[in-house]
Structure formats: C-alpha cells, structure tokens
Nanobody, 124 residues
Framework: QVTLVESGGGLAQPGGSLRLSCVTSKGSLNYYAIAWFRQAPGKERERVSCIGAGEIAARYDYSVQGRFFLTRDKTNNTVNLQMNYLQPDDSAVYYC?????????????????WGRGTQVTVSS
C-alpha cells in the first residue's frame, strides 16, 4: 500500500509554468506505475501522463504532449510533472495515482491509490 501526496499547484498565467510533485509518506514510488490525472468541474477525470514501474519514458495524452513532462526522481522518491505553456483548459484538480499493477493500465479499476489532489488554475 502507498500513500500519495501532491503539491505544487496554484495560479499561473496563460503561457506560464507550474511543477507538480507527488511524494509518498510510506513506501517507495519506485516500485509503482505512477500517473497524473486531472478533473475539471463538470468533466470526467482524465489521465494526462503515466510512467510504468521501471520505465524510463513517460507517456502523455495528446492534449499535453510536448508541454507536460513527467519525471521520476528515484533519489528523492518523487514523481514530478513539469507543466509548460499552460492554457486555461489545463485548469483542474490534479491527482497522482498508482495502480495495483506495475504498468500504466488502461483499466480504471486498477487505479486504487490516490492523493487528495492539488488545484491548478490558469488565468490572466
């Protein structure tokens, strides 16, 4: 079992950047696939990026490809999401999550460990 905590959200202007971090107070993130999801008001939760356990390269939803970058810091037991060229449509609560399997499962029932989320607001 792993407990996830997000940080780094806040207010950014269009075109700006924010960096989100996902840490755990128990266990090691290095053994888990980790994904960042987001949910805007009135919309379904969507996965924006994911990296499998042991993988080097992350995968991204087309909406953030080339703007968001997920990295795993094994030394500090952290998974970060660098978000660049933010747009108002990126405004949402962002969650990090881990599945009960070691890969980026498309089955949402596999994603059982969730943080409480961090708000990202992009506005001028």
């Amino acid at each position: 079992q792993v407990t996830l905590v997000e940080s780094g959200g806040g207010l950014a202007q269009p075109g700006g950047s924010l960096r989100l971090s996902c840490v755990t107070s128990k266990g090691s993130l290095n053994y888990y696939a980790i994904a960042w999801f987001r949910q805007a008001p009135g919309k379904e939760r969507e996965r924006v990026s994911c990296i499998g356990a042991g993988e080097i390269a992350a995968r991204y939803d087309y909406s953030v490809q080339g703007r968001f970058f997920l990295t795993r810091d094994k030394t500090n037991n952290t998974v970060n999401l660098q978000m660049n060229y933010l747009q108002p449509d990126d405004s949402a609560v962002y969650y990090c999550a881990a599945p009960q399997v070691s890969y980026c499962s498309p089955d949402k029932n596999h994603w059982i460990y969730w943080g409480r989320g961090t708000q990202v607001t992009v506005s001028s």
